[in-house]
């Protein structure tokens, strides 16, 4: 059962998320709902099955930060001063709270470099449609939650997250730590 479940969510990821991309190609207006589609699909398929993590990464997109906060929190996360003008401090508490990994990426490349570097067992990523689940494929087989991020000011600027999402993903994460250890 577990071969399968791997075997399937390689199958999504890997041959049917590209296959919607081509057809995404054509049909522009449909791309954004295949991506989220495609998020979906792999939490399902994440929480499907129980998994020994030592490490869990949460991996956070730069336009949470408010644009107007001129700390820098690429390479340092815990630099923020925790005035709590943006989502940043309750993150961080929460990664605290759960003894996490943190890390803000401000696009794919460093979220590759950020995943390679620290070799998380499972993650907890925060982004847009296009960008979680392009990074949900580049970093398979690791188990992956996605979670999309809320955009009130439009793309990139000021976004938000639900926290109550985020804790969820942790917990479940955790639950899945500990029956591994009872087994
Ligand atoms: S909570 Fe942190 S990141 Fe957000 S505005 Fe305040 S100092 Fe900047």
């Known amino acids: 059962m577990r071969v399968w479940i791997i075997f399937l969510r390689g199958f999504v990821l890997k041959i049917y998320y590209p296959l919607l991309m081509l057809i995404g190609a054509f049909l522009k207006s449909k791309k954004v709902i295949f991506q989220s589609h495609i998020v979906n699909v792999n939490n399902f398929l994440v929480k499907q099955l129980n998994y020994k993590i030592n490490k869990i990464l949460l991996l956070l997109p730069h336009c949470l930060q408010n644009s107007k906060c001129d700390v820098r929190l690429t390479f340092d996360v815990f630099k923020c001063k925790r005035c709590g003008q943006c989502k940043i401090k309750d993150l961080i508490e929460l990664a605290e709270q759960y003894d996490v990994a943190i890390s803000i990426a401000t696009g794919g490349t460093i979220a590759r470099k950020v ?26 087989p690791i188990p992956v939650i996605g979670i999309l991020n809320e955009r009130p000011f439009g793309p990139c600027i000021d976004t938000t997250v639900n926290l109550k999402k985020v804790e969820d993903a942790l ?7 500990i029956q591994e250890k009872k087994l």
């Open 115 to 140: 995943v390679k570097e620290l070799r998380p067992d499972a993650i907890i990523a925060v982004a847009c449609e296009r960008d979680l689940s392009s990074g949900i494929v580049d970093t398979y």
């Open 171 to 177: 917990k479940w994460f955790m639950n899945s730590k």
